[in-house]
Every structure is written in structure tokens, then in C-alpha cells.
């Protein structure tokens, strides 16, 4: 799957998703907790946003057990950190060309 | 044309703001840096009062009186690490302080997996140079102590300014040259050691307040 540099991804066509990535860029494994708050959002909202970037191969999912309770982390796979970065380059030449 | 290209502005902003938030411990107050420098200058005073000597003065060596073992009727090295305990002490206590008000004022949670991180990368470095200076003491190696203190804070701080704001690597490299320069001049490990707890601290802390706090606190 290749993106022509100019085109933005559909696939974060939204604030939450945007968001997502974002933090999973910089960092290597996030819990679900850690993300709700980051990004200001609910369980429902961000469980789908992130159903959605799993669905592209963009984030992979990490279940564990921290004592008895279950933790869910996540992380940008390299594919979804390649398509991140086009998208951020789409952004950019879009803001260059209406100079 | 003109809200789009705003919108995409707003976008890089946000994502920005948010690799930063999840990434960096960004709520460390200048005011912490400011505050840990008095209380560093206070213990440097009062181990020059007790010691009954001046800064840089030569002709008696802050080490040569340590080795008579008591002074003014209190054991030496209890008063020292009396004065360093209360100087740590204060310094964490206003650092936490400071620190806690500035994430509360921002609307941000003190204490999450960044924090966390920060504090692990700092107390590795600060472990080993605790656990050093115990060794010189045992090895009646005091001289060596204010520069390894220097020292090894020097590397805690640039280990973890991957965490947090980036002045604070430059920092940590001053404090490890200045530890540096202290093991050549053994008998200014007590200047030394005022000038990088104490004025690094005030001088970093102060610069740091005016860039990142400066118009945000008055609000």
C-alpha cells in the first residue's frame, strides 16, 4: 500500500485517531488507561478508533495480566508509523502549496 | 482556503502538543530549580559557619578540619550528613511543590507513566553515586565526595532529560564538568559544590521559569 505524498490518509481523518498515533509514535507500549486520559476520551469512543487502526495493520495490541487484572497496551506497528509520517508529509505540502 | 490550511495548522499543533505531553515530563517548574539553590546555598553557609572558614580560603583546607574528627563538640561527618539530609530534603520537598502546582494549574496529572519513568532514569545514576560516596567515606576518601556528588547527579540529570525538558541535559553536563574540575581542585570541593547545587540550580531554574512559566503563572 503506498500513499501518493500529497494525499492525506482517510485512516486519520479524525482527532482521536490523529491523536493515537501521535502518542504511539513516541512511545513503545501504551496502556488503554494512559490513552483515555492523553486524549480526553471515553472507553466506547476510543475502543473504536482503535478497532479502526487495528483493522489497518497500523497498531498492535498487547494483552496481559498485571496481578488479576487484565491490561491492554498498544503500540505503532511499522507500517502505521510509515503511513503516520506520509500523512504528517501530505500536511505539510498542502500548507506549503495555499502559501 | 484560509480555515483549511488553520485547520491544518491546529492539527500539526495538537499532534505536536501531544508527543510532547506523552513523551516528557513537562510540568517541572523553574521555580523547583530556584528554590532547591537556596536551600543548597543554606547548607553550604552553614558547613562555612560551622567550619569557621571562608570561601576559598587557602590556608585552611575544609578537609583538614574534617580529619580531626570533632568540631565545636559534634562529630564532623554527623553534621555533614545532618546538613546534607536537610538540604535534600527541602530541595525534593519545594521540587515536588512547585512541580505538583505548576501540573495543576495546567490541568495535568503529576503522577502518570511518564513521571514514573523520569524518576527511574534519575534514581539509577543517583543510586550508584549514593552507594559510592558511602564507599569513600569508608575508605576516609572525604575529599572525593562533593566532586562525586557532582558527578553522578550530573549523569542522573542528563539520563533523564530524555524525559523531560531539554534544558535540563545541559544541566547535567555542567554539574559533571564542574564535579570534573572539582576532583583538580580538591581543596574547592566545598565551592564547587555550593556553585552546583546551589547557583547552577538558581541560575537553569531562573532561566527556565522566564522561558516556559514566565506568562503562564500570571494567568
Known amino acids: 500500500m503506498k500513499h501518493i505524498s500529497t494525499q492525506l490518509n482517510k485512516a486519520f481523518d479524525h482527532r482521536i485517531r490523529l491523536g493515537l498515533m501521535s502518542v504511539l509514535m513516541v512511545n513503545d507500549w501504551v496502556d488503554f488507561n494512559t490513552l483515555k486520559e492523553l486524549l480526553d476520551a471515553t472507553d466506547g469512543n476510543l475502543a473504536s478508533h482503535i478497532k479502526a487502526l487495528e483493522a489497518e495493520n497500523y497498531i498492535e495490541v498487547k494483552k496481559q495480566f498485571i496481578g488479576r487484572r487484565p491490561n491492554t497496551s498498544y503500540a505503532a506497528t511499522e507500517l502505521g508509523k510509515k503511513a503516520f509520517n506520509d500523512h504528517l508529509d501530505a500536511l505539510e505540502q498542502l500548507l506549503k502549496q495555499r502559501d | ?219
Not at chain 2, 556553585?195 to 503563572?217: Q, S, W
Request: overall charge positive; glycine content about 10%.
Open chain 2, 1 to 219: 482556503m484560509a480555515a483549511s490550511k488553520q485547520q491544518h495548522i491546529d492539527t500539526l499543533q495538537e499532534i505536536r502538543s501531544l508527543m510532547e505531553r506523552s513523551s516528557r515530563f513537562i510540568s517541572l517548574s523553574g521555580l523547583s530549580g530556584i528554590f532547591a539553590g537556596i536551600w543548597a546555598l543554606a547548607g553550604a553557609t552553614a558547613a562555612y559557619f560551622y567550619l569557621d572558614i571562608m570561601p576559598f580560603d587557602q590556608n585552611t583546607f575544609y578537609y583538614s578540619i574534617i580529619d580531626q574528627g570533632r568540631h565545636r563538640g559534634i562529630n564532623i561527618l554527623q553534621f555533614f550528613v545532618i546538613d546534607a539530609l536537610i538540604v535534600l530534603v527541602g530541595a525534593l520537598g519545594s521540587g515536588v511543590y512547585f512541580s505538583t502546582r505548576r501540573a495543576k494549574r495546567r490541568g495535568q496529572k503529576i503522577w502518570d507513566p511518564v513521571t514514573r519513568r523520569l524518576l527511574v532514569e534519575l534514581a539509577i545514576p543517583l543510586f550508584a553515586g549514593g552507594l559510592f560516596c558511602l564507599t569513600l567515606l569508608y575508605h576516609d576518601a572525604l575529599v572525593f565526595v562533593a566532586p562525586a556528588t557532582l558527578v553522578f547527579y550530573g549523569l542522573a540529570l542528563v539520563n533523564a532529560s530524555k524525559y523531560t525538558l531539554p534544558d535540563i541535559r545541559l544541566l547535567g553536563i555542567s554539574e559533571i564538568v564542574l564535579g570534573l574540575i572539582a576532583m583538580l581542585r580538591i581543596g574547592n570541593g566545598l565551592e564547587c559544590w555550593a556553585a552546583g547545587f546551589g547557583l547552577l540550580h538558581i541560575i537553569y531554574g531562573a532561566m527556565m521559569y522566564y522561558k516556559y512559566e514566565r506568562n503562564v503563572t500570571r494567568s
